[in-house]
T-cell receptor
Framework: AQSVTQPDIHITVSEGASLELRCNYS??????LFWYVQSPGQGLQLLLKYFSGDTLVQGIKGFEAEFKRSQSSFNLRKPSVHWSDAAEYFCAVGAAKAAGNKLTFGGGTRVLVKP | NAGVTQTPKFQVLKTGQSMTLQCAQDMNHNSMYWYRQDPGMGLRLIYY???????DKGEVPNGYNVSRLNKREFSLRLESAAPSQTSVYFCASRIRQGNADTQYFGPGTRLTVL
């Protein structure tokens, strides 16, 4: 069965500093990996996704993520955080071509941005 | 193009009451999903519909039923609400892009069961 672990429940970062959110997954075959962001009271917005090819993936809002098969990781990074990046971030893994493509989500990491 | 819409946005129920959460998508997607979100647990899949006319259980289906009314609409029904069903419910639909798939989410329904 697939699973996703986000080890950090909360992260506090100063505005302008860099940010890295960790995601580790467990899956028996090639995973499809996603990062979603949820602002307070809002739904989930897709930040970026990895299907195949280049292991460094660029997303919206200046975010990027790197797929490392050897470490079963898909960490999310941003070089310089803005106050508007305060939100909860979810990593998810999906099965390629599986019926219904069910996603398994991590527990989320809440990011607080200090002025 | 509104994407995925959900109604209502908020609902308060008493234990034992029933209600239906509505979801609609205007993107002509085949697959639709219902998740619940609880603190520290991410999103967990309740039911999904891979295509019109089919539905399947997800990770936490107990206490829920679903109906895929047509390609656009996928409803979630609580027949007898329980406090354990207090949660935020998200509907999603899936687009197939190349060899893989992406799910797009609605804004959510915040449900409280007293």
């Amino acid at each position: 069965a697939q699973s996703v672990t986000q080890p950090d429940i909360h992260i506090t970062v100063s505005e302008g500093a860099s940010l890295e959110l960790r995601c580790n997954y467990s899956y028996g075959a090639t995973p499809y990996l996603f990062w979603y962001v949820q602002s307070p009271g809002q739904g989930l917005q897709l930040l970026l996704k990895y299907f195949s090819g280049d292991t460094l993936v660029q997303g919206i809002k200046g975010f990027e993520a790197e797929f490392k098969r050897s470490q079963s990781s898909f960490n999310l990074r941003k070089p310089s955080v803005h106050w508007s990046d305060a939100a909860e971030y979810f990593c998810a893994v999906g099965a390629a071509k599986a019926a219904g493509n069910k996603l398994t989500f991590g527990g989320g990491t809440r990011v607080l941005v200090k002025p | 193009n509104a994407g995925v819409t959900q109604t209502p946005k908020f609902q308060v129920l008493k234990t034992g009451q029933s209600m239906t959460l509505q979801c609609a998508q205007d993107m002509n997607h085949n697959s639709m999903y219902w998740y619940r979100q609880d603190p520290g647990m991410g999103l967990r899949l309740i039911y999904y519909s891979a295509s019109e006319g089919t539905t399947d259980k997800g990770e936490v289906p107990n206490g829920y039923n679903v109906s895929r009314l047509n390609k656009r609409e996928f409803s979630l029904r609580l027949e007898s609400a329980a406090p354990s069903q207090t949660s935020v419910y998200f509907c999603a639909s899936r687009i197939r892009q190349g060899n893989a798939d992406t799910q797009y989410f609605g804004p959510g329904t915040r449900l409280t069961v007293l």
